[in-house]
């Protein structure tokens, strides 16, 4: 089983900047795709961005050219670096661990508030 503990949450205000990072243990083998996602109050979850093993990435529309992916494989750490912080990215953001289009596994999740 593959556990991930995710840290870097907290409180920052708009144009703020934020790094959330993501620690893989267990069976790291088996995953091939880590991403972040986000649940804001009221809303589904969201994909934010992925990287998959290869090094190529995805990014949801709204944090184009504000979020960074990226993954240091020998440590199984992802990071997420979050640029000009706004309101509207307020959310819980979930760490998550796949295998070709397999979920195995979830971080406890992380908040980050962004005070306008």
């Known amino acids: 089983q593959v556990q991930l503990v995710e840290s870097g949450g907290g409180l920052v205000q708009a144009g703020g900047s934020l790094r959330l990072s993501c620690a893989a243990s267990?069976?790291?083998?088996?995953?091939?795709?880590m991403g972040w996602y986000r649940q804001a109050p009221g809303k589904q979850r969201e994909l934010v961005a992925r990287?998959?093993?290869?090094?190529?990435?995805n990014y949801a529309d709204s944090v184009k050219g504000r979020f960074t992916i990226s993954r240091t494989n020998d440590k199984n750490t992802v990071y997420l670096q979050m640029n000009n912080l706004q309101p509207e990215d307020t959310a819980i953001y979930y760490c998550h661990a796949a295998r070709s289009a397999v979920s195995l596994a979830w971080g406890q999740g992380t908040l980050v508030t962004v005070s306008s």
């Open positions: 990287i998959s093993i290869s090094g190529s990435t």
């Open positions: 267990g069976s790291t083998f088996s995953v091939n795709t």
